[in-house]
């Protein structure tokens, strides 16, 4: 059965939202391809906030968020943050990405993809997390 919008079916609630994560555990975090897609919209949607953790920071590493149209390759999709996260700052902190201004960016087709881009040096990252809120649209 094909995936239903449910910003399209329940006018009553003008905000249908949730969350996406991914999680790289223990040491997996600091090998680069482990990086990847972590999600696929079934609908049209928002992205509302990216939030990241992890229990050991990297030496230099930095992360962020991009949205990957179908058919397109991974690094050559949108960066969803202003800037990336740095992965070198403290561990078990919680750190909000600061988001694109540009309403069209966040805003995920059906079929787009979310994916974990990384950069710098990831050794001894341990154990990130990543949560994207968002919400559906019609």
């Not at 910003?7 to 555990?25: R, Y």
């Not at 990297?58 to 179908?70: F, H, I, N, Q, R």
């Amino acid at each position: 059965m094909p995936f239903k919008n449910p910003a399209l079916f329940d006018q009553e609630s003008p905000v249908k939202g949730f969350t996406v994560s991914v999680v790289l555990p223990g040491a997996t975090a600091a090998t680069a391809a482990n990086y990847g897609s972590f999600w696929i919209a079934p609908a049209k949607c928002v992205v509302d906030s990216i939030t990241y953790s992890f229990s050991a920071n990297s030496s230099s590493g930095t992360v962020e968020v991009e949205k990957v149209p179908s058919a397109t390759a991974q690094g050559s999709g949108t960066n969803l943050q202003t800037a990336t996260v740095s992965t070198a700052s403290a561990a078990n902190t919680n750190q909000a990405a600061t988001l694109s201004a540009t309403a069209a960016t966040l805003e995920l087709a059906s079929g787009d993809r979310l994916a974990l881009e990384d950069g710098g040096s990831l050794t001894s990252l341990t154990d990130l997390v990543c949560t994207v809120g968002l919400h559906w649209i019609p």
